[in-house]
Nanobody
Framework: QGHLVESGGGSVQAGGSLRLSCAAS????????MGWFRQAPGKEREWVAG???????TYTDSVKGRFAISEDNAKNTLYLQMNSLKPEDAAMYYC???????????WGQGTQVTVTS
């Protein structure tokens, strides 16, 4: 239903930081929920962080205190600031959007995050 273009992935040392960006265009309703998922090889895709129903910021327990989301409405962009990265954070990170409480209809292409010791 829309286009989500991600950027900011890369390889960092443990303890380092990355900032992921997700630029939205094409039929992405401003009222939609938006968030980040990740999937490591051999593991299930999991929720990371995002704006969910009612505009609430939600984070999975493993990233609380280290990751932070924000948005720039003028640029139609969602950000994920990742600090104190750990090797277990390494994964393909996906941006997603959809009607709150209904579905995640639009997905980005994924951006790879690698964390080295």
């Amino acid at each position: 239903q829309g286009h989500l273009v991600e950027s900011g992935g890369g390889s960092v040392q443990a303890g380092g930081s990355l900032r992921l960006s997700c630029a939205a265009s094409g039929n992405i309703d401003s009222r939609y929920c938006m968030g980040w998922f990740r999937q490591a090889p051999g593991k299930e895709r999991e929720w990371v962080a995002g704006f969910t129903y009612g505009g609430t910021q939600t984070y999975t327990d493993s990233v609380k205190g280290r990751f932070a989301i924000s948005e720039d409405n003028a640029k139609n962009t969602l950000y994920l600031q990742m600090n104190s990265l750990k090797p277990e954070d390494a994964a393909m990170y996906y941006c997603a959007a959809g009607p709150c409480g209904r579905a995640w209809d639009s997905w980005g292409q994924g951006t790879q995050v690698t964390v080295t010791s």
